[in-house]
């Protein structure tokens, strides 16, 4: 055994795979997280984010590779014997004990005498000071989960896993939920590995985000930058939404690339650009909804220069309030997609109206364009 | 036998659930299930060969017996007691189809209009299960007691003369005929009838009944088309569990039936414990097993397994 | 014609009434004539009120002694069946292994046969092997039989169980003995609870069993048949109507307690 108060308690995959049979689960993948570090594995599900997150927890043997919590190799250690701990999906609160003996259970079995005050005070930080001796059915989602939360916390772990903690709970509850885990995690500084399918839920709460598919990791960074700029088309779809423009490279222009789509040119940052940019070859090019500006095609000309433009027509609108959301039908795209502020509405912009589509070139991103440009479209929805 | 769980067993080996979790200990299932396995292989399994070995052997009491492979046996039981078998199947079969008739009004009433009176009416069920059966079974000769109210009543109805007129009564008497006996049948099985009942007819939606109201059913109908359906897991174990024990049962023929009412049960308690011819009774009790289990095997096949739970 | 569509809807209910009424009745003759003073050796007819029965329950000979026959056998088959039913119940539910359809089979068959069959068998085996018949033999018959019946009812708890709470019992530190009687064994106990007493019920009333391999030994059943044949005392009834009162109180008492927790708790 290495000494326990190793300063350096990061979580190290090295290798790590699973499969089943024929089915392979997780390929072998290296991961670090920090310690100390609120990090999600984000994908849809059968993506191998939960069989990664349970053999880190010691439920699931890999098939390769080795896990290390700081230099301790525990890959051999069964579950009981690893200074980790989980909250489940569905919490698995014991329904044969009280809130109480649900939250004393882990320092039970590691034979503290005396758990009355560390159970306590772990009730109050997740405030059911009150239920104590209720029984897990008698508490609503939202409180159970809590109770979830303190029966891992209280053990002190080294690191908590989260497999779809919020999963059960209504939307309102959810965000309140998000905030009040966030909040525990900066309390207690202990490494929270959280496993979602919900991007928002990952973006909001994690400071580090692996986008996990088909048993890899696609992409990993911190939220905004995993938003900004995608480095496959399923990172693209999957977090948020992306619209794709097949482009061929036409020349150079500073540190921009010029290319043609359609009958225009648009202009991308080479920096943003993911795929081979030599001259004739093909790019994905990538813009967010809300980065696009709309403007009816009779006042195509106060548009400023400088901006990537399309021309289009309405295809459909729908007022949601904060925004109103059109889709485009654009020679180079169709089903183009709009997110406009409900700052000053156009009243021309109705559907069948001819408009002019403009952005700056700064928020374009582009993509190697062998890929599906669909992909991660049906997961996300 | 009696019985008082809630969800009444089932009857047929269920079909494989969500896969079980893999273990690492790889003898373990094994060692769990020996001492239990090896119980009903030496006090259940193997009782069996010896019947099929003993309906084989001639002999007799103070000589011994020994395999002679006399299949004769099967064939002079088969003709000697062929009316206890056909009895049997009659009789067990009337009252599986009357405690259907009575036992379903019952199991609706339970799942779907007792209200707060649900758990009290389960415990009626249940409770007489307490008193021994037989016991219970004695009471029927005081209910059935020749020149008492009840067959009073009936003569006076004239419904002794249509029974009789069916060769289940003779005369004026009730007792020691074949209407005893099935009544004591349906008596001392109906809560076997009502529990399975009960159990499949609870799982369904009420919301279902609401929605067939909706779309233009009337009551019968919604009966008919959806309910009835529905709870056929309940029946199908419901029967085969009424069936298999009154097709084997000797007691109410004994304590309710004559000499006219026995069934094969009788007889091969009878060759078994009072004339000890082995032989023929292990016979009879092996044609009986081979029956039921071809009756069974049929009958769930036709009513579809996947449904029975 | 409201009594007419009065009836109509309310038919199901009166049908269900009547077949309650016949299930019943004959428990209510049992009560009602433990308290009769019978004049022949039979207790059929109605002769007068008495508390004779009530006062000495114990006053036939043998029958107390073979009430106490059928607690004992009742008491170790119960434990023997629950014990056994239990280790077959978590194999089958919680591994995978060869021959799956075979034990599921051989589970299910002893509830598929009629008594008479395995009654019948079972002698021949017992003849065959020169058993002495008597307590020991009356014991293997009834574990055998209720053992299905167990497996039955621990099954359909442990396999409505949700693994994750052995996994999170070992995420929380605790072995796989401690994950075993901490969590398994107490989430497992209604299912085992009610197989024990289904166990339990099933063997005090076994009568066809119990006759074929019984040799000379007398069971309370055994006594009610045989006094059938000689003569039915009324303590026959006594203890019957006691037994009935027994368990509704019973059962009257703990759905009260679980009432009072359930109240407790909201």
Request: glycine share 8%.
């Amino acid at each position: 055994m290495t000494n326990q108060t190793d300063p350096t308690g990061d979580v190290r995959l090295t290798g790590i795979s699973k499969t089943y049979g024929a089915f392979t689960a997780v390929h072998p993948l290296d991961l670090t997280v920090p310690q100390g570090s609120f990090f999600a594995l984000l994908g849809a599900s059968g993506c191998g984010k939960t069989t990664t997150l349970r053999m880190i927890a010691g439920l699931e043997e890999p098939s390769s590779g080795t896990v290390f919590l700081g230099d301790q190799d525990v890959t051999a250690l069964p579950p009981y014997k690893r200074p980790v701990n989980t909250v489940f999906q569905s919490y698995a609160l014991f329904p044969h004990l009280d809130i109480f003996e649900n939250v004393a259970f882990g320092l039970r079995r590691r034979g503290w005498k005396s758990v009355k005050k560390q159970v306590e005070e772990m009730l109050d930080l997740v405030q059911l000071g009150e239920q104590a001796r209720k029984k897990p059915h008698q508490l609503s989602g939202g409180q159970q989960q809590r109770v979830a939360v303190a029966r891992a916390l209280i053990n002190h772990p080294k690191v908590l896993l989260l497999d779809e903690p919020l999963g059960a709970l209504d939307l309102k509850l959810r965000r309140q939920m998000q905030l009040e885990l966030k909040r525990i995690q900066t309390e207690v500084g202990i490494t929270f590995i959280h496993v979602t399918h919900d991007q928002e839920e990952a973006m909001t709460m994690a400071d580090t985000v692996a986008v996990m598919n088909a048993g890899r990791v696609e992409q990993l960074g911190t939220p905004a930058d995993l938003y900004e700029n995608p480095r496959t088309t399923f990172v693209a779809n999957f977090l948020g939404t992306s619209n794709f423009i097949e482009a061929e490279v036409d020349s150079k222009s500073g540190d921009d690339i010029v290319l043609k789509a359609g009958g225009g040119k648009l202009l991308l940052p080479e920096a943003r650009c993911g795929a081979p940019t030599t001259t004739g070859g093909k790019v994905l090019v990538g813009v967010r909804p809300e980065k696009i500006s709309l403007t009816h095609a009779d006042d195509a000309g106060e548009i400023p220069e400088g901006r990537n433009r399309i021309t289009g027509r309405i295809a459909d609108s729908s007022f949601i309030g904060v925004s109103t959301q059109y889709v485009v039908d654009s020679p180079v795209c169709a089903d183009f997609e709009v997110y406009a502020q409900n700052l000053d509405r156009d009243p021309r912009l109705v559907p069948g109206a001819e408009v002019v589509l403009h952005w700056n070139p700064a928020h374009t991103f582009g993509l190697d364009a062998t890929q599906d440009a669909d992909a991660g479209v049906e997961e996300a929805a | 036998m009696s019985t008082l769980t809630e969800a009444p067993p089932p009857l047929a080996p269920e079909a494989p659930g969500p896969k079980p979790p893999k273990r690492r200990g790889r003898w373990t299932p094994y060692w769990l299930l020996l001492p239990g396995i090896l119980w009903l292989l030496v006090f259940f399994a193997l009782p069996m060969v010896y019947q099929a070995s003993t309906s084989v052997q001639t002999g007799s009491l103070e000589e011994g017996y020994k395999v002679t492979w006399h299949f004769a046996t099967y064939w002079d039981a088969l003709s000697a007691y062929w009316p206890q078998f056909v009895r049997s199947v009659l009789y067990a079969g009337t009252a599986t189809i009357l405690c259907l008739l009575l036992g379903y009004p019952l199991a609706y009433l339970i799942a779907f209009r007792a209200g707060r009176w649900r758990n009290l009416i389960m415990i009626l069920v249940i409770a007489p299960f307490f008193t021994s059966f037989l016991i219970r079974t004695l009471a029927w000769k005081t209910i059935l007691a020749d020149g008492g109210p009840l067959v009073g009543a009936l003569n006076t109805l004239h419904v002794l003369d249509v029974t009789s007129w069916l060769g289940l009564t003779a005369g004026d008497r009730v007792l020691a005929t074949p209407l005893a006996v099935i009544c004591g049948l349906t008596y001392n099985f109906l809560p076997f009838m009502i529990l399975p009942l009960y159990t499949s007819l609870e799982r369904i939606d009420g919301r279902l009944h609401e929605a067939a109201g909706d779309l233009y059913a009337r009551p019968w109908t919604t009966f008919r088309k959806v309910t009835f359906p529905l709870s056929m897991p309940g029946v199908v174990s419901g029967t085969l569990l009424t069936f298999i024990p009154a097709a084997g049962d000797y007691v109410n023929a004994d304590l309710l039936g004559s000499t006219d009412t026995r069934m094969v049960g009788n007889v091969i308690q009878t060759q078994f414990l009072r004339v000890l011819d082995y032989p023929t009774a292990a016979a009879l009790s092996f044609i009986l097993m081979a029956a039921i289990l071809l009756m069974v095997t049929l009958y769930i096949r036709r009513s579809g397994t996947e449904d029975l739970v | 014609m409201p009594f007419v569509n009065w009836l109509k809807r309310n038919l199901v209910v009166i049908a269900g009434l009547l077949t309650l009424a016949y299930l019943l009745l004959p428990n209510i003759i049992v009560t009602v004539f433990s308290f009769n003073k019978p004049k022949g050796r039979f207790n059929y007819e109605w002769q007068q009120f008495s508390l004779d029965a009530w006062k000495d329950p114990c006053g036939v000979s043998d029958l107390c002694g073979s009430l106490s026959v059928s607690l004992q056998i009742a008491f170790w088959a119960t434990l023997g069946a629950t014990l056994l039913g239990t280790l077959i119940a978590f194999a089958l539910v919680r591994y995978r292994f060869r021959a799956r359809g075979a034990v599921n089979s051989l589970i299910f068959l002893p509830m598929a046969m009629p008594e008479v069959v395995m009654a019948a068998s079972l002698l021949t085996l017992f003849l065959n092997m020169g058993a002495q018949l008597g307590f020991w033999t009356i014991l293997i018959a009834h574990i055998m039989f209720c053992l299905s019946f167990v497996v039955t009812a621990v099954k359909a708890r442990v396999m409505s169980m949700d693994p994750k709470l052995e996994e999170a019992a070992r995420d929380l530190y605790a072995g796989p003995f401690q994950t075993f009687v901490r969590v398994t064994l107490p989430i497992a106990a209604p299912g085992i609870a009610a197989g024990a007493l289904l166990a339990f019920a099933l063997s005090f009333d076994d009568f066809i069993i119990t006759n074929f391999n019984a040799g000379s030994t007398l069971t309370f059943p055994m006594f009610v048949w045989g006094s059938a044949q000689r003569g039915t005392p009324v303590q026959i009834n006594v203890i019957g109507t006691a037994m009935f009162v027994v368990a509704v109180l019973f059962v009257l008492a703990s759905m009260a307690v679980g009432h009072r927790r359930n109240r407790q708790k909201a």
